[in-house]
């Protein structure tokens, strides 16, 4: 049975079938309508979502399948103070598979320890959001037809921003990536994925302060928001929250086939204005999102040879 904390549990080519995979549940729905019928997903949400757990639900729905879940810490019995771990154990019981969200770092993956199903982690604090990488892999492939070879620009809160923590992670190992790291001096990128990513690894980044200076040489900006939820004082928050703020006039700047993608929500930092240039790609982004979760929990459930294994996976 596997489960999916990080984006460095699947290898490149895992990730690449399942992009294939996803391409073609996007051409072919109907071939997948009845594929896990009879199965059920759990989406267990310690804290807020729109497009994670609605995504997560109706790709099980669109593949035939149920789902059952909470929405809030405060909607379970989290609230009466019961252990992740207990949860999962009762969960295992009702579920065929998990998407969890939760805001400690780590508690899906204490989650996986005690579970019998497998467990996506749809979000852990400020570290990690593999399913949103694989969304956000699975964009620029279909945008670009490919991924490697490209400059990323990511801009904005590059501290507690779990979806570029994942991004880096898994771009790092496709050929010929660069980096610009853009944010204010207190937002920058953690030590750790600096360290053990971007330098280990020998990947060319810069960090800069400033949007404009290095846009024209972009094929992706990742534009993301400030991560309110993860700030310890108001004050901090709102000096930062409208540092960058993508409008048309910036955009000028940008190359004509460059791409703005966000993993949502938005605040501020893209004007709306911005939604109208066919650069914009975030809520094709949105789209994308549903297919590769589809392609996931199918591959999860050993329903495909994607990650190598045919046989029905999770509990007996
Ligand atoms: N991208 C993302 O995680 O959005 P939600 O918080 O709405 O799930």
């Known amino acids: 049975m596997r489960h ?15 992009m294939d995979l996803a391409a073609d549940m996007k051409a072919d729905p109907d071939r997948y309508a009845h594929s896990l019928e009879g199965k059920i997903l759990a989406t267990c949400f310690y804290e807020p979502s729109t497009r994670t757990r609605l995504s997560f639900e109706s790709a099980m729905l669109h593949l035939g399948g149920k789902t059952l879940g909470f929405a809030s810490a405060n909607s379970s019995s989290a609230a009466k103070g019961e252990s992740v771990a207990d949860t999962i154990r009762v969960i295992s019981s009702f579920a065929d598979i ?33 399913t949103q990488t694989l969304t956000d ?19 904005g809160d590059l501290k507690f921003g ?12 496709y050929e010929g990536i660069s ?46 928001r400030v991560q309110k939820e993860r700030f310890f004082n108001e004050e901090d928050y709102l000096r930062m929250k409208d540092f960058y703020i993508l409008t048309p006039e910036k955009m000028k700047r940008a190359r004509k086939d460059m791409f703005v993608l966000h993993p949502l929500p938005r605040v501020n930092e893209i004007s709306v204005e911005v939604d109208q240039d066919p650069r914009a790609a975030y809520f094709r982004q949105v789209e994308c999102g549903r297919y590769i ?24």
Do not use: W
Request: aromatic fraction near 4%.
């Open 137 to 155: 892999l699975f964009t620029i492939h279909t945008l670009r037809g490919s991924i490697d070879h490209i400059v990323v620009g990511l801009c």
């Open 162 to 173: 779990r979806t570029v923590h994942s991004l880096i992670t898994a771009m790092s190992r």
């Open 98 to 130: 998990c998407a969890m969200r939760h805001p400690k770092e780590g508690a899906p993956l204490v989650a996986s320890l005690h579970s019998e199903i497998p467990v996506i982690n749809a979000g852990d604090g400020g570290h990690q959001h593999p």
């Open 4 to 18: 999916l904390m990080s984006p460095m549990d699947l290898s490149v080519e895992e990730i690449n079938r399942l």
């Open 179 to 224: 980096f610009v790291l853009i944010s204010p001096p207190e937002l920058r990128v953690p030590g750790y994925i600096r360290e053990d990513v971007l330098e280990a690894n020998h990947i060319p980044y810069r960090e800069v302060v400033s949007l404009d200076e290095l846009m024209p040489e972009l094929d992706i900006l990742y534009m993301t």
């Open 293 to 316: 979760r589809q392609a996931l929990i199918l591959s999860l459930l050993g329903k495909s040879d994607v990650l190598g294994q045919t046989e029905r996976l999770g509990k007996s």
